[in-house]
C-alpha cells in the first residue's frame, strides 16, 4: 500500500457521551465523496485519549465498515506503552485496517535507542505498513531523522511518517535521508504546500474535516506541480487552516465548526472545553466567510 495524498485526521462525534455513529458514518461518506485517499480515525483529532478500549477499537471497525474499501483507513493504535501499541495494532489489523498510525510515545519521553525498539517491536507484531508520527508539541520529543532511517532500513513495513514539527528543513532532512519511495506526509495543514514543495507527497489534514473538497485540491495541485494553483489556494484557506488550529487545541475548534454546520452534536470528552464565546463568535465569522455554513 502507498501512502500519497490528502488524508483526513477524522473527529470522533459523541452523543450524549457516546460515539455517534450515525454522524459518523455521514462524515466518512463526505470525505469519500471528495475524494481523499484515506481517514485517519482515533487519532489526536479523534481524541483517542478519552476512549475507552472497546470504543477505540469499534470506532477503528466501524471507519472500516462505513469506508467500504472506498479510501484507506488507517488507524490510530500509538500508546506510550508499547505492548498496548503491539496489542491495538494487530486488533485493527484483524478489523480490516489498511495501515496504522504510530504516535511517538508521550510522557516516558524515551531516548532515542527507546523509540527505535518500541516502533521496531510495534512494525513487527503485525503486517500493516506503518505511518510514523512525530509530534513533539504533544509528545515533548521527536523522532529523530537518523532514527527514522534506521527504522526505514531495518523495518519493511515502517514506510511513512506524518511530519508535525513544523519545520521546513526536517522535510528535507528527512526527504534526503531517507530511501526511495519513504513516504513523508504533512501534519500540519498550513505547511503542506511548502513540504509537498521539498519532497512529502501528501497530508494528514484537520480542515478537511470541514472543506474535504478544498483540501484534496490543494493537495493534488502542489502533487501535480501546478506551483500557481497550489499556491493561490494556500494563500485563500491558509486564515482557515490557521483559524481551526488556533483558537483553542485540536479538536476542540474542528468539532465546533463542525456542530455549526449541523454534522455533529456539540460535544467533546473532559478534560476538553468547548470554545469561549467570543472565539465561537470569530470560528462562526470564518466559517461564514468560507461559505462553509
Same mark, same amino acid.
Given at each position: 500500500?502507498?501512502?500519497?495524498g @490528502?488524508?483526513?485526521?477524522?473527529?470522533?462525534p459523541? *452523543?450524549?457521551d457516546k460515539?455517534?455513529?450515525?454522524?459518523?458514518?455521514?462524515?466518512?461518506?463526505?470525505?469519500?465523496?471528495?475524494?481523499?485517499?484515506?481517514?485517519v480515525?482515533?487519532?489526536?483529532?479523534?481524541?483517542s485519549p478519552t476512549l475507552?478500549?472497546a470504543?477505540?477499537?469499534?470506532?477503528?471497525?466501524?471507519?472500516?465498515q462505513?469506508?467500504?474499501?472506498?479510501?484507506?483507513?488507517?488507524a490510530?493504535?500509538g500508546?506510550?506503552?508499547?505492548?498496548?501499541?503491539i496489542?491495538?495494532?494487530?486488533?485493527?489489523?484483524?478489523?480490516?485496517?489498511?495501515?496504522?498510525?504510530?504516535?511517538?510515545p508521550?510522557y516516558?519521553?524515551p531516548?532515542q535507542?527507546?523509540l527505535y525498539?518500541?516502533?521496531?517491536?510495534?512494525?513487527?507484531?503485525?503486517?500493516?505498513?506503518?505511518?510514523?508520527?512525530?509530534?513533539?508539541?504533544?509528545?515533548g520529543i521527536e523522532i529523530?531523522?537518523? !532514527?527514522?532511517? *534506521?527504522?526505514a532500513?531495518?523495518?519493511?513495513t515502517?514506510?511513512?511518517?506524518k511530519?508535525?514539527g513544523?519545520?521546513?528543513?526536517?522535510?528535507?532532512?528527512?526527504?534526503?535521508?531517507?530511501?526511495e519511495?519513504?513516504?513523508?506526509?504533512?501534519?500540519?495543514?498550513?505547511?503542506?504546500?511548502?513540504?509537498?514543495?521539498?519532497?512529502a507527497?501528501?497530508?494528514?489534514?484537520? !480542515?478537511?474535516?470541514?472543506a474535504?473538497?478544498?483540501m484534496?485540491?490543494?493537495?493534488?495541485?502542489?502533487?501535480g506541480?501546478d506551483?500557481?494553483?497550489?499556491?493561490?489556494?494556500q494563500?485563500?484557506?491558509y486564515?482557515?487552516?490557521k483559524?481551526?488550529?488556533?483558537?483553542?487545541?485540536n479538536p476542540?475548534?474542528?468539532?465546533a465548526?463542525?456542530?455549526?454546520?449541523?454534522?455533529i452534536?456539540?460535544?467533546?470528552?473532559?478534560?476538553?472545553?468547548? @470554545?469561549?464565546?467570543?472565539?465561537h463568535?470569530?470560528?462562526?465569522?470564518?466559517?461564514?466567510?468560507?461559505n462553509?455554513?
Amino acid at each position: 500500500m502507498k501512502y500519497q495524498g @490528502l488524508y483526513t485526521a477524522i473527529i470522533t462525534p459523541f *452523543r450524549d457521551d457516546k460515539v455517534d455513529y450515525d454522524a459518523f458514518q455521514r462524515l466518512i461518506e463526505a470525505q469519500v465523496a471528495a475524494g481523499v485517499a484515506g481517514i485517519v480515525p482515533v487519532g489526536t483529532t479523534g481524541e483517542s485519549p478519552t476512549l475507552t478500549h472497546a470504543e477505540h477499537m469499534e470506532v477503528i471497525a466501524k471507519a472500516v465498515q462505513f469506508a467500504a474499501g472506498r479510501c484507506q483507513v488507517i488507524a490510530g493504535t500509538g500508546s506510550n506503552c508499547t505492548h498496548e501499541a503491539i496489542s491495538m495494532t494487530r486488533e485493527a489489523e484483524k478489523l480490516g485496517a489498511d495501515g496504522t498510525l504510530q504516535v511517538c510515545p508521550y510522557y516516558n519521553k524515551p531516548s532515542q535507542e527507546g523509540l527505535y525498539r518500541h516502533f521496531k517491536a510495534v512494525a513487527e507484531s503485525s503486517s500493516l505498513p506503518v505511518l510514523l508520527y512525530s509530534i513533539p508539541g504533544r509528545s515533548g520529543i521527536e523522532i529523530a531523522v537518523d !532514527t527514522v532511517v *534506521r527504522l526505514a532500513h531495518d523495518c519493511p513495513t515502517i514506510v511513512a511518517i506524518k511530519e508535525a514539527g513544523g519545520s521546513v528543513e526536517r522535510v528535507n532532512q528527512l526527504v534526503h535521508a531517507l530511501p526511495e519511495g519513504f513516504a513523508v506526509l504533512s501534519g500540519d495543514d498550513g505547511l503542506t504546500v511548502p513540504f509537498i514543495s521539498c519532497g512529502a507527497v501528501g497530508a494528514v489534514s484537520v !480542515t478537511s474535516n470541514v472543506a474535504p473538497a478544498a483540501m484534496v485540491e490543494l493537495v493534488n495541485a502542489a502533487m501535480g506541480g501546478d506551483a500557481k494553483l497550489a499556491r493561490e489556494l494556500q494563500v485563500k484557506y491558509y486564515p482557515l487552516m490557521k483559524g481551526l488550529m488556533s483558537l483553542d487545541t485540536n479538536p476542540v475548534p474542528i468539532k465546533a465548526a463542525l456542530a455549526l454546520r449541523g454534522d455533529i452534536t456539540w460535544e467533546l470528552r473532559m478534560p476538553l472545553a468547548p @470554545l469561549a464565546e467570543q472565539k465561537h463568535a470569530t470560528l462562526r465569522d470564518l466559517l461564514a466567510r468560507f461559505n462553509l455554513i
